[in-house]
């Protein structure tokens, strides 16, 4: 044990990632800071050991980096054959006034929920020139737009924020049943979709957008740029207009595009993986053991999600060949357009997840904060303690996954510690796990939203053509009383755990308690603006 030293390195890639704004270097320094508390203060022998774990955990995770990859490279295809187009084409006739147009925004991203980057670039694209008719303010477009990219991926459980959080719970010490140091025994993928009712804020931010649309509520500088786009037609609040900088290089097959480009690729990709999973689960009907359900819980999902990229690419690129939507010449510049596109992302993951191995395994952070503060800390404020955190350091470092990284290693041995129970446990001897994995990955999610450096937040504010700073301030006058609403559901949650009701019943009530706050809060919000 190491002593206070374990702390340096969050610490150092909080700090750096605030100051710096250079998520993928802070997080290098936190490692090569753990790497030297652990070698003694040996450079050379730090600097051995950071090569030797930065290929290990490379060739552990291989088939999640390349899944994004080869997902970035189905956005790109998706962009340029004019596929995404084919729906606003198509449900133009059905809008006939502003909420039909921020409905289908809505609705739209309902088929991105696969991965985040897929929702922030087509869907702002795609519904700019419909919203523009109907005078929407720029920014109310990109918050739809921004607003339901990350909640909805972390709802949907096969998609590449789940991957990345099952790899993140198997580094923390949650294991399946038999493995050799696990504190925590549950299958991964069932124990994730455990967590989803206690995601409270990513429910609460998809109700307070739709509760927005429907209501018709509007406050603070949201209200003025859609009184301003509604009397004078300016969509910028005054502002001079931008140019579109995300567009289509083809716009012929913008125009002509069919709705069976934008359906094919995301259906084949929903179904190539979901049969990859049950393969993978060695499924009784692939040959394999196992029950439908005990094949799901088995599964390698990183696997299913690489290989079900992998044939919906290529079987997706003969389709839009042979319907000549794109050019066989272009194919490789897609390719590198679309691999561009991650790859600072998958470097930065690989680092996400050198860190959280070396703080769950040599450092034993987590430990050493529950000796620290079980003096003072109850277990009962420990979910909305942890969404909190998360939520401030996801919005200072502008890194969603590397907040998960930071904090699911340190928070399972902790709470492990803290509740005294003998390992291995059980999630039935440990239920406030689940919450305390639904905050974090909450607060995680708020960086998304309230973060100017967030990648989702300026992918967004660049697809739907308005100012990046406008876009920043409206979100985070919509995201506050969110924020609020969903601490208030995660101590609700701690607090009746603490009395021993049913997992079941305290996600439902909780969420409830977390909604009527928030719904209050919002009038609240519109009743002040117009009073001004």
């Given at each position: 044990m190491y002593s206070w030293l374990v702390l340096l390195p969050p610490v150092i890639v909080i700090i750096l990632a605030t100051l710096t704004r250079k998520i993928s270097w802070s997080i290098l320094a936190g490692i090569i800071t753990g790497l030297l508390i652990v070698h003694n203060f040996s450079l050379p022998v730090?600097?051995?050991?950071?090569?030797?774990?930065?290929?290990?955990?490379?060739?552990?995770?291989?088939?999640?980096?390349?899944f994004l990859l080869l997902l970035a490279v189905l956005v790109t295809l998706l962009e340029h054959s004019g596929g995404a187009y084919a729906y606003g084409n198509f449900v133009m006739k059905y809008l006939k006034r502003p909420e039909h147009a921020e409905k289908a925004s809505l609705l739209l991203s309902m088929f991105f929920c696969v991965d985040d980057y897929f929702g922030s670039l087509t869907v702002g694209s795609v519904?700019?020139?419909l919203t523009d008719k109907f005078k929407i303010a720029r920014v109310k477009l990109a918050l739809l737009v921004n607003g339901m990219a990350a909640p909805l991926v972390v709802l949907f459980p096969v998609s590449s924020w789940v991957a990345e959080i099952i790899i993140q719970l198997r580094q923390s010490g949650i294991e399946s049943a038999g493995t050799a140091g696990a504190l925590i025994q549950a299958d991964l993928l069932p124990?994730?979709?455990s967590t989803i009712p206690f995601l409270f804020y990513a429910f609460l931010a998809i109700a307070a957008l739709w509760f927005l649309v429907i209501s018709r509520l509007s406050f603070g500088l949201l209200h003025k740029h859609e009184?301003?786009?509604?009397?004078?037609?300016?969509?910028?609040a005054g502002k001079m207009p931008l140019n579109k900088r995300f567009t289509q290089d083809d716009q012929v097959n913008a125009i002509h595009a069919s709705l069976a480009d934008f359906l094919f690729p995301i259906l084949l990709l929903f179904l190539t993986v979901f049969i990859g999973i049950l393969y993978f689960g060695e499924w009784t009907v692939f040959g394999g053991q196992n029950s439908f359900i005990y094949a799901l819980q088995k599964s390698n999902v990183a696997a299913a999600l690489f290989y079900g990229a992998s044939v919906t690419l290529f079987v997706s690129l003969l389709f839009l060949l042979v319907?000549?939507?794109?050019r066989f010449q272009s194919v490789p510049r897609l390719f590198y357009e679309g691999f561009m596109l991650m790859f600072p992302s998958v470097i930065t993951l690989i680092l996400i997840w050198t860190l959280s191995g070396l703080l769950k395994g040599d450092l034993a952070t987590g430990k050493y904060l529950a000796g620290l503060l079980g003096t003072c800390f109850q277990l009962t404020y420990l979910p909305m303690s942890f969404f909190l955190l998360a939520a401030l350091t996801a919005t200072t470092m502008g890194s969603c996954w590397g907040t998960i990284g930071i904090y699911v290693p340190i928070a399972v041995p902790m709470l492990v510690a803290l509740s005294g129970v003998a390992t291995p446990t059980t999630v039935t001897a440990l239920p406030l796990i689940v919450p305390l994995i639904g905050a974090i990955i909450s607060g995680a999610v708020v960086g998304n939203h309230l973060s100017p450096i967030s990648d989702t937040m300026l992918m967004s504010s660049t697809s739907t053509g308005a100012y990046h700073i406008d876009v920043v301030r409206v979100q985070f006058t919509f995201t506050m009383p969110i924020i609020a609403a969903s601490a208030i559901a995660f101590l609700a949650a701690g607090i009746m755990l603490a009395q021993g009701m049913p997992?079941?019943?305290?996600?439902?009530i909780s969420f409830a308690i977390g909604l009527a706050?928030?719904?209050i809060f919002f009038k609240l919000l519109a009743f002040l603006t117009k009073r001004k």
């Open positions: 730090a600097l051995q050991d950071l090569v030797v774990r930065l290929q290990q955990t490379a060739v552990a995770y291989v088939h999640i980096s390349a519904m700019q020139p124990f994730y979709v009184e301003i786009a509604q009397r004078t037609g300016n969509l910028f319907r000549r939507k794109i997992l079941g019943a305290t996600s439902l706050c928030m719904m």
